[in-house]
Nanobody
Framework: QVQLVESGGGLVQPGGSLRLSCAAS????????MGWYRQAPGKERELVAT???????NYADSVKGRFTISIDNAKNTVYLQMNSLKPEDTAVYYC?????????????????WGQGTQVTVSS
């Protein structure tokens, strides 16, 4: 079984910074890609940023130049460095992982979600 454990959320003033972390724990799996999504009240969940194990990144236009996603393959951990935070960044942030599992029956692919961490940007 694979679990995603998120940390780093909290309350920050506009213009401040936070760094989110998400670690995939378990055994017999390999990361294909990881990413961050967010959901604000009354809105659909949206992509924030993704990164493949090879380092290719993709960002939502709203966070380009402010957020940076990175991955530590050895630790199976993805990070989201959030700078110049704005009130509109307030949301629950969810970690996502697309991975290959190596089970007794053979390899398969699966998607996992973290539990979500609250980010609030307010004065």
């Amino acid at each position: 079984q694979v679990q995603l454990v998120e940390s780093g959320g909290g309350l920050v003033q506009p213009g401040g910074s936070l760094r989110l972390s998400c670690a995939a724990s378990g055994s017999d799996f390999g990361i294909n890609a990881m990413g961050w999504y967010r959901q604000a009240p009354g809105k659909e969940r949206e992509l924030v940023a993704t990164i493949t194990s090879g380092g290719s990144t993709n960002y939502a236009d709203s966070v380009k130049g402010r957020f940076t996603i990175s991955i530590d393959n050895a630790k199976n951990t993805v990070y989201l460095q959030m700078n110049s935070l704005k009130p509109e960044d307030t949301a629950v942030y969810y970690c996502n992982a697309d991975l290959t599992r190596y089970l007794g029956s053979g390899p398969d692919t699966a998607t996992y979600w973290g539990q979500g961490t609250q980010v609030t940007v307010s004065s």
